[in-house]
């Protein structure tokens, strides 16, 4: 069994800043790729930032200088700094991972966090 578990959202300001959490637990032998995608009411789930295992990094043009993605490989966490939040940034929040469990490599969700910016 696998669980992503996030947190850290909440209501904010724009112009505000935040930061989320997702770390994995239970049976699995490493994670490699780690993202945060969100979704907005009427909208596709969008990719808002990954980072690889070794820490590369790639984000949305949307977020690009406002977000930052980092990982902690110890503690099986990824994390989102997300700074000057604007009101389209409302969203949940979902982390994802490629884990390998018993020799399979699989993609694994959490259950979201909202994350909701006034004007």
């Known amino acids: 069994q696998v669980q992503l578990v996030e947190s850290g959202g909440g209501l904010i300001q724009a112009g505000g800043s935040l930061r989320l959490s997702c770390a994995a637990s239970?049976?699995?032998?490493?994670?490699?790729?780690m993202a945060w995608y969100r979704q907005a009411p009427g909208n596709r789930r969008e990719l808002v930032a990954s980072i690889s295992r070794g820490g590369s990094t790639n984000y949305a043009d949307s977020v690009k200088g406002r977000f930052t993605i980092s990982r902690d490989n110890a503690k099986n966490t990824v994390y989102l700094r997300m700074n000057s939040l604007k009101p389209e940034d409302t969203a949940v929040y979902y982390c994802?991972?490629?884990?390998?469990?018993?020799?399979?490599?699989?993609?694994?969700w959490g259950q979201g966090t909202q994350v909701t910016v006034s004007s």
């Open positions: 239970g049976d699995f032998s490493s994670i490699n790729r």
């Open positions: 994802n991972a490629d884990i390998r469990r018993q020799y399979i490599t699989r993609d694994y």
